[in-house]
């Protein structure tokens, strides 16, 4: 059987969660079978959760937007989509494929207050060194009755196994990418919102098994291989590793 071509070529040694990798992996953002292909799968099943816009003028505020990978699945909804992200190099990608893009830190956003019908925090939180005040910029980003949609790492043994002991010698999670410490209890982050007006309901969420696997044998038998369907994320009972969130700010 021949072996799989490698998902990505040399890296330099960095600390987890450093954000100079992205810029070693900016050639991985648009490849579906490539290192970041599980953050396409998460994109979709986040843009599930925003309904079509309500006004014609109704922003979407992306943080942690990365190469905009939300954007296929929020065409035609109608909203002006807005990415935030520290890396030159993915929002260079994310304004090819039609995100107005502003390079900033999520904790410190340079929009207006009340400004945004939608604020998305995608596999952001996890990787925040202060995840509580991303938290705040992201309510405080919402106008009353705004959506807030995330995804993220539950802090918990369960989780540190399955996404960095495990996942990330997996091809679908870049080595290094995550630091455990950073991951967010579930409990602390409705607690956390609620303090900022925001009402979160969250569910457990995972990659569909069947898919995954034949996605995982498509990678082993050669990352040349064209992709057919790509997994689906499903709901699961349990928010003990990867959850998702939605909640509107009061008002």
Not at 42 to 66: F, I, K, M
Not at 163 to 185: M, Q, Y
Request: aromatic share 4%; proline share 8%; hydrophobic share 45%.
């Amino acid at each position: 059987m021949p072996e799989a071509s490698p998902v990505v070529g040399p890296r330099r040694a960095l600390p987890p969660n450093d954000p100079r990798q992205y810029d070693d992996l900016a050639g991985e953002w648009w490849r579906p079978d490539g290192a970041f292909a599980m953050l396409h799968w998460l994109a979709r099943a986040r843009a599930a959760l925003v309904p079509p816009a309500s006004t014609q003028d109704a922003l979407l505020v992306d943080l942690g937007c990365g190469a905009g990978l939300l954007a296929p699945h929020l065409a035609g909804k109608g909203y002006r989509h807005v990415g935030v992200d520290l890396t030159r190099s993915a929002l260079d990608q994310a304004a090819a494929h039609g995100v107005t893009v502003l390079q900033g830190d999520a904790t410190a956003v340079p929009l207006a207050d009340g400004c945004a019908a939608v604020v998305s925090a995608g596999e952001l939180l996890e990787h925040v060194p202060d995840w509580r005040r991303a938290v705040a910029e992201a309510c405080r980003l919402l106008r009353p009755g705004g959506l807030l949609v995330l995804d993220t790492l539950n802090d918990t043994l369960l989780a540190r196994l399955v996404a960095v002991e495990l996942g990330e010698r997996l091809p679908t999670v870049p080595r290094g990418i995550h630091d455990h410490r950073l991951f967010v209890d579930a409990r602390a982050l409705v607690a956390e919102c609620a303090r900022h007006g925001v009402a979160l309901r969250l569910r457990g969420v995972r990659p569909e098994l069947g898919g995954t696997l034949a996605w995982l044998l498509r990678r082993w038998r050669g990352a040349d291989r064209p992709v057919r369907t790509e997994p689906r994320i499903v709901p699961t009972r349990s928010t003990a590793v990867l959850y998702q969130g939605s909640g509107r700010r009061e008002g």
